[in-house]
């Protein structure tokens, strides 16, 4: 093959993987496993339960994150600044966190945060990995309407323009 069949090629391959990535980003269909996560409960930094059934209802951004994560650490007070300016329009936010308990709690004493969050230690990861994660890689966002159905999934640090855009969308 010639220089410019390879081009043409990469640049054929380069424009369906950010098809497929926008695909992603946009979730049709509810899966089963977006499904699932309304019966799942994780234990909270400062004890007691957290359970996701109790945010059915209104829309929801569920953020899987870790201490060690810089991306994770850096959006922290933009996800706890959304839930405040939003939570008159329904809006909340859940951190999941794919770490060990003392690190979390340790962390959210520097760093407190007004959003609940869940103990998901490493079973975490599949958990993202079941609602569209399919590297387990950290920060993962996924957003669900009222009705709970997974309609956005964002694979990295999320910007205030993509939080604007969602809660817009949402009415």
Same mark, same amino acid.
């Given at each position: 093959?010639?220089?410019?069949?390879?081009?043409?090629?990469?640049?054929? +391959?380069?424009? +369906? $993987?950010?098809?497929?990535? &926008?695909?992603?980003?946009?979730?049709?269909?509810?899966?089963?496993?977006?499904?699932?996560?309304?019966?799942?409960?994780?234990?909270?930094?400062?004890?007691g339960e957290l359970v996701l059934a109790? =945010?059915? /209802?209104?829309?929801?951004? &569920?953020?899987?994150?870790?201490?060690?994560?810089?991306?994770?650490?850096?959006?922290?007070?933009?996800? *706890?600044?959304?839930?405040?300016?939003?939570?008159?329009?329904?809006?909340? #936010?859940?951190?999941?966190?794919? *770490?060990? +308990?003392?690190?979390?709690?340790?962390?959210?004493?520097?760093?407190?945060?007004?959003? +609940?969050?869940?103990? !998901? $230690?490493?079973?975490? #990861?599949?958990?993202?990995?079941?609602? /569209?994660?399919?590297?387990?890689?950290?920060?993962?966002? #996924?957003? =669900? *309407?009222?009705?709970?159905?997974?309609?956005?999934? @964002?694979?990295?640090? #999320?910007?205030? @323009?993509?939080?604007? *855009?969602?809660? !817009?969308?949402?009415?």
């Amino acid at each position: 093959m010639n220089r410019r069949t390879w081009f043409v090629a990469a640049a054929a +391959a380069g424009a +369906a $993987g950010i098809g497929t990535a &926008l695909w992603h980003s946009r979730l049709s269909e509810p899966s089963a496993e977006a499904q699932m996560i309304w019966g799942l409960k994780f234990e909270k930094p400062s004890g007691g339960e957290l359970v996701l059934a109790h =945010f059915l /209802g209104k829309p929801l951004l &569920l953020n899987f994150w870790a201490t060690w994560c810089p991306p994770c650490v850096t959006e922290m007070p933009l996800l *706890d600044q959304f839930q405040q300016q939003e939570q008159a329009r329904g809006w909340q #936010v859940v951190g999941l966190a794919i *770490d060990n +308990a003392s690190a979390v709690r340790e962390f959210l004493l520097k760093q407190p945060v007004g959003f +609940a969050i869940g103990l !998901a $230690g490493t079973e975490g #990861v599949a958990l993202s990995r079941a609602l /569209g994660n399919a590297g387990g890689a950290l920060p993962f966002s #996924v957003v =669900f *309407d009222r009705q709970g159905k997974a309609v956005r999934t @964002k694979l990295g640090r #999320v910007h205030e @323009k993509e939080l604007a *855009d969602w809660a !817009a969308a949402m009415g």
